[in-house]
T-cell receptor, first 114, second 110 residues
Framework: DTAVSQTPKYLVTQMGNDKSIKCEQNLGHDTMYWYKQDSKKFLKIMFSYNNKELIINETVPNRFSPKSPDKAHLNLHINSLELGDSAVYFC?????????????FGPGTRLTVL | AQRVTQPEKLLSVFKGAPVELKCNYSYSGSPELFWYVQYSRQRLQLLLRHISRESIKGFTADLNKGETSFHLKKPFAQEEDSAMYYCALSGSSNTGKLIFGQGTTLQVKP
C-alpha cells in the first residue's frame, strides 16, 4: 500500500517523560510535515522538512525536535512532556510546486500525557 | 497575515437538504485553496482544490476573490457526508505549507 504511516497510533505517558513518534511515506514525496490537532480539533503546522532539510519551524517549544534521516522519514521527538502536549499529531507529505499542493496525511498519533 | 476562517463549528442538516460550509481567507497574493475532509476514525484526505474546479461526491466550491471566500456546497446532503471539514490555504508553492481553518463538523440527520 502506498501511503503515509505513523507509529505508534496511541501513546499514553507520564509528564516529564521523553517520547518519539515515527512517520514514513512511500509516495516518493520530498517534503514532509508534522501537524498538531488540539482538543478543539484545530490543526496547526509544526514543522516541515524538504529532502532532510528543515524548511518550516512554527514557534514550537524546543522540547520538540524533528529528525529526518532521509526524505521518506520524519520523526518527532518530544522531551519533558507536559499536559498541554496531549493532542493528535499528524504527519503529512507532498511534493510542492507541481501545480498543486495536495498533502497526504498519516492516520495520526493520539498522545495522552498524564 | 495568512488566515482561514470557518465561522461555524457545527452544521446540522437533514438528509436531502442543501449544505453550505463557509470559508473565508486572508492572503495578499494568489492563494491555492483546498477542502479536506476527515470521516470518523479515518485520516484527513483531500476533497477539493480550487484549481481543478471539479465536483467530488456532489460537492463543489468556487473561489470568490472579491469576497475572499471558498464556500463548500452540496445541493442534497447524504448521511455519509457527516464528517469534519477543513478549509485550507497554501500561499507558498516552495514549502507547500497549509494553513487550516478551525474546521466545521457536518452532521447529516436521517
Amino acid at each position: 500500500d502506498t501511503a503515509v504511516s505513523q507509529t505508534p497510533k496511541y501513546l499514553v505517558t507520564q509528564m516529564g517523560n521523553d517520547k518519539s513518534i515515527k512517520c514514513e511515506q512511500n509516495l516518493g514525496h520530498d517534503t514532509m510535515y508534522w501537524y498538531k490537532q488540539d482538543s478543539k480539533k484545530f490543526l496547526k503546522i509544526m514543522f516541515s522538512y524538504n529532502n532532510k532539510e528543515l524548511i518550516i519551524n512554527e514557534t514550537v517549544p524546543n522540547r520538540f525536535s524533528p529528525k529526518s534521516p532521509d526524505k521518506a522519514h520524519l520523526n518527532l521527538h518530544i522531551n519533558s512532556l507536559e499536559l498541554g502536549d496531549s493532542a493528535v499529531y499528524f504527519c503529512a507529505s507532498t511534493t510542492p510546486g507541481l501545480g498543486y499542493n495536495e498533502q497526504f496525511f498519516g492516520p495520526g498519533t493520539r498522545l495522552t500525557v498524564l | 497575515a495568512q488566515r482561514v476562517t470557518q465561522p461555524e463549528k457545527l452544521l446540522s442538516v437533514f438528509k436531502g437538504a442543501p449544505v453550505e460550509l463557509k470559508c473565508n481567507y486572508s492572503y495578499s497574493g494568489s492563494p491555492e485553496l483546498f477542502w479536506y475532509v476527515q470521516y470518523s476514525r479515518q485520516r484527513l484526505q483531500l476533497l477539493l482544490r480550487h484549481i481543478s474546479r471539479e465536483s467530488i461526491k456532489g460537492f463543489t466550491a468556487d473561489l470568490n476573490k472579491g469576497e475572499t471566500s471558498f464556500h463548500l456546497k452540496k445541493p442534497f446532503a447524504q448521511e455519509e457526508d457527516s464528517a469534519m471539514y477543513y478549509c485550507a490555504l497554501s500561499g507558498s508553492s516552495n514549502t507547500g505549507k497549509l494553513i487550516f481553518g478551525q474546521g466545521t463538523t457536518l452532521q447529516v440527520k436521517p
